[in-house]
């Protein structure tokens, strides 16, 4: 077996693949294979399915306490079906987002910074259930949150909204985090769609920005490769979660 005891390779997974145990007993699977085969693993995950569209219900004041009672539901459920206890792991996310949600109903309106935080947090509350679950399973991971290793880069005439809400990050490759991590463990379980600026603020990287995390993780550890899961078997001819008649693509040009 070829020895990759020094190689990195980025895994990510989208919401749909993290919001349920049969994928998260997918996913330790195919941890332990790669491990198994010698390569230091980070993994990038989403917030889970539906998560990210509930949260701008808050910002946008649409039935805000509801909405916030249902983020904090889905989450202790799939809590529950992992063996984990979500008010225990998750006590200041979902402190933090009823404060949030609340500030933004007395004011009634949320500025970019308090909009970028909130976003932040179906990652956060994701990846913190997920790596409970694989140190439950014998499979040692660290936490690492992302924003203290992705900055963002300012970017010549963008918007506030820009800068805070579509951010950019550098990609150069970063051989002491590449050190660091290696130290702290063989797998490394980290957000997407979130970063920092150079204050320290949170910033977000634009709806879809998971993948996008990925890469910029695979740039700055030199990663051998990067894999982008997902919950359909390819590319198709549209989302086939909502066009049941979506047509799996066998071909693909760039002409």
Same mark, same amino acid.
């Not at 946008?60 to 459920?77: C, G």
């Not at 500025?111 to 409970?132: C, D, N």
């Not at 078997?233 to 989302?239: A, H, I, L, Q, T």
């Given at each position: 077996?070829? *020895?990759?005891? /020094?190689?990195?390779?980025?895994?990510?997974?989208?919401?749909?693949? @993290?919001?349920?145990?049969? *994928?998260?007993?997918?996913?330790?699977?195919?941890?332990?294979?790669?491990?198994?085969?010698?390569?230091?693993?980070?993994?990038?995950?989403?917030?889970?399915?539906?998560?990210?569209?509930?949260?701008?219900?808050?910002?946008?004041?649409?039935?805000?306490?509801?909405?916030?009672?249902?983020?904090?539901?889905?989450?202790?459920?799939?809590?529950?079906?992992?063996?984990?206890?979500?008010?225990?792991?998750?006590?200041?996310?979902?402190?933090?987002?009823?404060?949030?949600?609340?500030?933004?109903?007395?004011?009634?309106?949320?500025?970019?910074?308090?909009?970028?935080?909130?976003?932040?947090?179906?990652?956060?509350?994701? =990846?913190?259930?997920?790596?409970?679950?694989?140190?439950? /399973?014998?499979?040692?991971? @660290?936490?690492?949150?992302?924003? =203290?290793?992705? /900055?963002?880069?300012?970017?010549?005439?963008?918007?506030?909204?820009?800068?805070?809400?579509?951010?950019? %990050?550098?990609?150069?490759?970063?051989?002491?985090? /590449?050190?660091?991590?290696?130290?702290?463990?063989?797998?490394?379980?980290?957000?997407?769609?979130?970063?920092?600026?150079?204050?320290?603020?949170? @910033?977000?990287?634009?709806?879809?920005?998971?993948?996008?995390?990925?890469?910029?993780?695979?740039?700055?550890?030199?990663?051998?490769?990067?894999?982008?899961?997902?919950?359909?078997?390819?590319?198709?001819?549209?989302?086939?979660?909502?066009?049941?008649?979506?047509?799996?693509?066998?071909?693909?040009?760039? %002409?």
């Amino acid at each position: 077996m070829t *020895n990759h005891s /020094q190689n990195w390779i980025v895994l990510k997974f989208g919401g749909t693949s @993290v919001s349920s145990l049969s *994928n998260w007993k997918n996913i330790a699977s195919i941890l332990q294979q790669r491990l198994a085969e010698g390569f230091k693993v980070c993994l990038v995950h989403s917030a889970l399915s539906g998560v990210s569209n509930k949260l701008e219900k808050v910002i946008a004041l649409e039935e805000s306490e509801t909405v916030v009672e249902e983020i904090k539901k889905q989450h202790r459920m799939l809590a529950q079906d992992l063996g984990l206890n979500a008010d225990e792991l998750l006590e200041e996310e979902f402190q933090e987002l009823e404060q949030l949600a609340r500030g933004i109903s007395l004011l009634q309106e949320a500025g970019y910074q308090v909009q970028a935080r909130i976003m932040a947090l179906g990652e956060l509350m994701s =990846t913190k259930l997920g790596v409970a679950y694989l140190q439950r /399973q014998g499979i040692e991971a @660290v936490w690492k949150d992302a924003r =203290t290793i992705l /900055q963002s880069v300012p970017v010549e005439n963008a918007s506030e909204k820009s800068l805070i809400m579509s951010a950019v %990050c550098d990609t150069d490759k970063d051989e002491e985090l /590449q050190q660091k991590l290696a130290a702290e463990s063989d797998l490394i379980i980290t957000q997407g769609y979130i970063a920092s600026n150079s204050d320290g603020n949170t @910033v977000v990287l634009g709806r879809g920005g998971s993948d996008v995390s990925a890469a910029y993780f695979s740039a700055k550890l030199s990663a051998e490769r990067l894999e982008i899961w997902t919950d359909v078997p390819g590319m198709f001819s549209s989302n086939p979660h909502e066009i049941p008649s979506a047509r799996l693509l066998n071909q693909l040009s760039l %002409c």
